[in-house]
């Protein structure tokens, strides 16, 4: 049984918190009143019950929530998922157990669970701290076996609970030493009054002969009372009777009456029988009625059809069709699969046609030869020729159209900007005097440029002959005053005296020129638009007579009219494939009419054959028909046997039930005879004067056992009788009273006698004292031994299947020890009530020798270890609370690594505020209490 998830509704600090608890080791870490404590405790109160309240443990009840407890997930071998669930309610809270496969159940599910096992048990093994760890050390060899066997199989604790109390009954009883208990102080007392009796007995000899004569009258007067008592129950019996007499008289009717019934020699269960076999009887006749009515349906079911007859008309005839049938229908297959070709032959033309738009009903054009392909090709020329023009024409007409339209437009916008022709012409005029007096004017500004550059030569020539600065000074202001004279212009006159602007002149001017150059350019275009438009008409001319030639070409040839040439080229080579299969649909209609012709002329020559020939069908029709009936009459003749064998089934199950018919009218017979009846009647007739005998009989014995009599007896009593015989037991009581009194007198006397000799009665006191002691010693000694040998025959028995147990777990408890120090001790003993433990050296050490630090790990490995070896019996997670507080951290670390390996096989949680833990642990196995609020 492993934790797998706390869930908490509330307990103590904790309110709605959730747990998820490693199977194998998991670590719960957290500073002091970070609710370790708590949490320990919510899982031993899940299991085992909240505290009552007036026990000394903490009931943790929630502060801030309503809701007290909570449930632990849980997971079993024997059941799988376990949910143990506990809220308040009784004292120890309301618990609900559900199991894997849904079975819920309250405190005795959860027995079985936990083993039986108490919370005082988990609590002093599974559920330690460091308090826990110390008191291991005050166990002695027989506590610890007595652990084992507590821990070892279910039900042992209450064994050794029972041993407990025995012995403890015993202890009360006895004591070897004790002066107390019971039994010693009886054996003291007796003791002292034995010896009393034997002085007494010393004085007193014919005490014994008294004493027997005194216990022969005692015998005398017994007897009388037991003749007495047996006399008054006589009369009692007898007073009975006489208030039942009418019943006693009953019972002797009822006898006479029952004498008087013959002895039958039925069975017990004869008219069981005799129903079962009516009841046999009548299934079988029904079964073999319903046999009769299948055999009459099976007869009309296979009633012989029409086909059947013809069959038997012309067996012969069919049967020679039979014999050649495989040649038929290998025949007829063959037509049809020839059909189905013709068709999709039929269906690749019409579709051709349809697709190419050629005639449904026509011939197919005829095929060209190659002069005739080539005449073909000529008209596909010219038409691409005359097209080519055409299209060139009227791109070209396009382009002219294009072109004009763009100059008109450009014309126009030049004439918005024109001046008027008289403006323009007086400018003109005026511009052509200016233009006279300007050429004058070129000619006179000649002269300075003369003058200029024959000064400049000569200024030049100077320096060169004379290499003097003065004439290179010179050079550049001649230049100077050369340049300014000839810039200086004449006084013009100004655009306002002339009447105009000379650049709006000359634009005005330019915009003509082009006004005209413009309206030129539209004029050739137009005239090449003429001379386009006569060669377009030329080229239609001559298309329409090339059109109407080849018109008549595809005529002739059978073309379609709708056809153009490039149609006809493109369909010459299909045209060829559908005349391959118009060829070879012709082909086989050949064919197939001669197959058909064949199968006609043999289901002619055959008379059953014939009998479905008709004008109006087609030859496979017929083959069909033909075909259906041959079906039906082998159906037929497959009835007709199965007919046979069902009716011959029926005929065999109709003599079985007629047979078992039979055997049950003879079973009835014998029953009948063996009653000595001849008839059903006589034989029902007797069984019912037999249970008028038997009702009888019972109401007989029913009132004999009322009163309780002897039945051999009871026809001799009558009222006169009985009343006599009590007369006689009153009678002889009475002489038994007086005869009692006499002994009692005897008695009386002997006993006065014994008291005189008892010397005023010491010696029957004593006696009588001795005798009652002796008897309670001996009732004392009796419990004394019986407790003591249950006790004993327990604890033997329980050791017996636990005898090596101790030896196995101290073992591997020396193995635990020796890892957490390291080797340093090797071995453990437990020798009466103390442990000692043995090192590398040798050395042997007693428990309380060593020091703390080492005397705790010594006790938690035994600790450990108990729970290790006991893991196949009781698997309980083992839970610690910060018990390694005392060990240095060497010794620390070795035992989280043995924790960690133990939790492979019993899971392992631990609550702790040591830090140092977490070096030791993953932090997948620990969760921060601190961390969580």
């Known amino acids: 049984m492993r934790l797998k998830k706390l869930i908490i509704y509330g307990y103590g600090k904790w309110v709605d918190t959730e747990f998820e608890v490693d199977p194998d080791l998991q670590v719960f870490y957290g500073q002091n009143e970070a609710g370790k404590s708590t949490l320990m405790s919510f899982i031993q109160s899940i299991l085992f019950g909240f505290p009552m309240r007036h026990s000394s443990s903490l009931r943790y009840e929630p502060k801030e929530s309503s809701r007290y407890g909570g449930k632990l997930i849980l997971d079993d071998k024997r059941f799988g998922e376990v949910i143990v669930e506990r809220v308040n309610g009784k004292v120890t809270g309301d618990v609900t157990v559900t199991l894997e496969d849904g079975t819920q159940g309250d405190e005795r599910l959860l027995e079985t669970l936990l083993n039986h096992k108490k919370?005082?048990?988990?609590?002093?093994?599974?559920?330690?701290?460091?308090?826990?760890?110390?008191?291991?050390?005050?166990m002695n060899k027989e506590q610890f076996n007595r652990f084992f066997l507590s821990a070892g199989s279910l039900g042992n604790e209450s064994f050794l609970k029972k041993a407990d109390h025995y012995q403890q009954k015993a202890s009360h009883l006895f004591k070897p030493t004790g002066r107390k208990p019971k039994l010693n102080e009886l054996f003291r007392s007796l003791q002292k009054q034995k010896e009393q009796l034997n002085k007494a007995?010393?004085?007193?000899?014919?005490?014994?002969?008294?004493?027997?004569?005194?216990?022969?009258?005692?015998?005398?007067?017994?007897?009388?009372?037991?003749?007495?008592?047996?006399?008054?129950?006589?009369?009692?019996?007898?007073?009975?009777?006489?208030?039942?007499?009418?019943?006693?008289?009953?019972?002797?009717?009822?006898?006479?009456?029952?004498?008087?019934?013959?002895?039958?020699?039925?069975?017990?269960?004869?008219?069981?029988?005799?129903?079962?076999?009516?009841?046999?009887?009548?299934?079988?006749?029904?079964?073999?009625?319903?046999?009769?009515?299948?055999?009459?349906?099976?007869?009309?079911k296979y009633r012989p059809s029409k086909e059947l007859l013809?069959?038997?008309?012309?067996?012969?005839?069919?049967?020679?069709?039979?014999?050649?049938?495989?040649?038929?229908?290998?025949?007829?297959?063959?037509?049809?699969?020839?059909?189905?070709?013709?068709?999709?032959?039929?269906?690749?033309?019409?579709?051709?046609?349809?697709?190419?738009?050629?005639?449904?009903?026509?011939?197919?054009?005829?095929?060209?030869?190659?002069?005739?392909?080539?005449?073909?090709?000529?008209?596909?020329?010219?038409?691409?020729?005359?097209?080519?023009?055409?299209?060139?024409?009227?791109?070209q007409l396009h382009v002219l159209d294009l072109k004009i339209e763009t100059n008109n437009e450009h014309i126009d916008s030049i004439e918005q900007s024109l001046w008027p022709a008289n403006r323009f012409k007086a400018a003109e005029e005026q511009e052509n005097s200016e233009a006279l007096s300007h050429e004058a004017k070129n000619k006179g500004n000649q002269v300075p440029v003369l003058v200029y550059s024959s000064g400049s030569l000569l200024l030049a020539a100077v320096y060169l002959i004379s290499q003097s600065?003065?004439?290179?000074?010179?050079?550049?202001?001649?230049?100077?005053?050369?340049?300014?004279?000839?810039?200086?212009?004449?006084?013009?006159?100004?655009?306002?005296?002339?009447?105009?602007?000379?650049?709006?002149?000359?634009?005005?001017?330019?915009?003509?020129?082009?006004?005209?150059?413009?309206?030129?350019?539209?004029?050739?275009?137009?005239?090449?638009?003429?001379?386009?438009?006569?060669?377009?008409?030329?080229?239609?001319?001559?298309?329409?007579?090339?059109?109407?030639?080849?018109?008549?070409?595809?005529?002739?040839?059978?073309?379609?009219?709708?056809?153009?040439?490039?149609?006809?080229?493109?369909?010459?080579?299909?045209?060829?494939?559908?005349?391959?299969?118009?060829?070879?649909?012709?082909?086989?209609?050949?064919?197939?009419?001669?197959?058909?012709?064949?199968?006609?002329?043999?289901?002619?020559?055959?008379?059953?054959?014939?009998?479905?020939?008709?004008?109006?069908k087609d030859t496979l029709s017929v083959f069909s028909d033909v075909k259906k009936s041959i079906r039906q009459i082998e159906n037929d003749k497959r009835m007709q046997q199965a007919y046979i064998?069902?009716?011959?089934?029926?005929?065999?199950?109709?003599?079985?039930?007629?047979?078992?018919?039979?055997?049950?009218?003879?079973?009835?017979?014998?029953?009948?005879?063996?009653?000595?009846?001849?008839?059903?009647?006589?034989?029902?007739?007797?069984?019912?004067?037999?249970?008028?005998?038997?009702q009888k009989i019972k109401r007989f014995e029913m009132l004999k056992e009322t009163i309780n009599i002897d039945q051999s007896d009871s026809d001799t009593y009558t009222v006169d009788g009985l009343k006599e015989e009590v007369k006689k037991r009153h009678e002889a009581i009475k002489q038994n009273e007086e005869q009692q009194k006499e002994w009692t007198k005897n008695a009386i006397e002997i006993e006065y006698k014994i008291s005189e000799l008892e010397d005023g009665g010491i010696y029957s006191d004593?006696?009588?004292?001795?005798?009652?002691?002796?008897?309670?010693?001996?009732?004392?000694?009796?419990?004394?031994?019986?407790?003591?040998?249950?006790?004993?025959?327990?604890?033997?028995?329980?050791?017996?299947?636990k005898e090596n147990q101790l030896p196995q777990t101290l073992k591997l408890a020396e193995t635990y020890f020796s890892y957490i120090t390291s080797n340093h001790y090797t071995s453990i003993s437990l020798e009466a009530d103390q442990f000692f433990v043995s090192d590398s050296q040798g050395k042997k050490w007693q428990a309380s020798e060593l020091s703390r630090g080492t005397v705790e790990p010594l006790y938690i490995a035994i600790r450990l270890a108990f729970v290790v070896s006991n893991r196949e019996h009781i698997e309980y997670p083992v839970i610690i609370d910060d018990s390694f507080v005392n060990i240095d951290e060497n010794r620390k670390g070795s035992i989280y690594k043995l924790l960690n390996e133990i939790s492979q096989s019993v899971q392992v949680i631990y609550f702790t505020f040591d830090e140092t833990t977490l070096d030791y642990i993953p932090d997948s196995h620990v969760i921060k209490l601190n961390h969580i609020k």
């Not at 048990?121 to 760890?133: C, H, P, T």
């Not at 069981?272 to 009841?279: D, F, G, Q, T, V």
């Not at 013809?310 to 037509?335: C, G, M, P, R, T």
């Not at 019986?786 to 050791?799: C, D, G, P, S, V």
Request: charged share 35%; glycine share 2%; no cysteine.
């Open 310 to 395: 013809l069959y038997q008309e012309h067996e012969e005839a069919v049967n020679k069709l039979l014999s050649n049938w495989d040649h038929l229908e290998l025949k007829v297959e063959l037509i049809k699969d020839t059909q189905h070709d013709l068709a999709h032959l039929e269906k690749q033309s019409f579709e051709f046609k349809l697709r190419k738009g050629l005639p449904l009903n026509e011939a197919l054009p005829t095929k060209l030869t190659p002069t005739e392909r080539n005449e073909l090709q000529a008209f596909a020329d010219d038409f691409s020729d005359l097209i080519k023009e055409q299209t060139k024409l009227q791109q």
């Open 766 to 801: 004593l006696l009588q004292i001795y005798e009652n002691e002796k008897s309670l010693y001996q009732e004392v000694a009796d419990e004394w031994s019986t407790y003591k040998i249950a006790a004993a025959l327990i604890e033997n028995t329980l050791k017996n299947a």
């Open 645 to 694: 064998k069902e009716t011959q089934q029926l005929q065999n199950s109709i003599l079985y039930y007629v047979q078992q018919e039979k055997e049950q009218i003879k079973l009835k017979n014998e029953l009948t005879d063996h009653a000595g009846v001849k008839s059903e009647e006589e034989f029902i007739a007797s069984y019912q004067r037999l249970s008028e005998k038997n």
């Open 119 to 138: 919370r005082s048990f988990f609590e002093s093994i599974y559920s330690f701290n460091l308090k826990g760890v110390e008191e291991t050390s005050e």
């Open 469 to 616: 600065l003065l004439a290179l000074f010179l050079i550049p202001a001649y230049l100077l005053v050369v340049t300014v004279l000839l810039n200086r212009k004449p006084k013009e006159k100004t655009a306002e005296s002339a009447g105009y602007d000379r650049s709006e002149y000359y634009h005005q001017k330019s915009l003509r020129d082009q006004w005209k150059d413009t309206l030129a350019t539209n004029d050739v275009y137009q005239q090449q638009i003429n001379e386009y438009k006569e060669l377009l008409t030329t080229s239609k001319d001559r298309q329409n007579t090339v059109s109407e030639v080849f018109l008549n070409w595809k005529k002739a040839h059978h073309y379609p009219s709708s056809y153009d040439v490039d149609s006809i080229l493109d369909s010459l080579d299909q045209l060829d494939e559908l005349r391959k299969i118009d060829d070879l649909k012709d082909r086989e209609q050949i064919k197939v009419t001669r197959e058909l012709e064949d199968l006609r002329q043999i289901l002619e020559q055959n008379s059953f054959a014939r009998l479905f020939l008709e004008e109006e």
């Open 201 to 300: 007995r010393e004085n007193n000899e014919q005490y014994v002969l008294l004493v027997k004569e005194k216990e022969r009258i005692a015998d005398q007067i017994d007897t009388l009372e037991q003749s007495f008592h047996k006399k008054k129950k006589e009369i009692e019996e007898y007073q009975h009777l006489l208030k039942n007499i009418e019943t006693i008289n009953e019972i002797n009717e009822l006898k006479k009456e029952i004498d008087q019934y013959p002895s039958y020699s039925l069975p017990e269960d004869g008219l069981i029988h005799l129903n079962h076999i009516n009841k046999q009887l009548e299934e079988l006749r029904e079964q073999t009625k319903d046999l009769y009515n299948q055999q009459k349906t099976v007869q009309d």
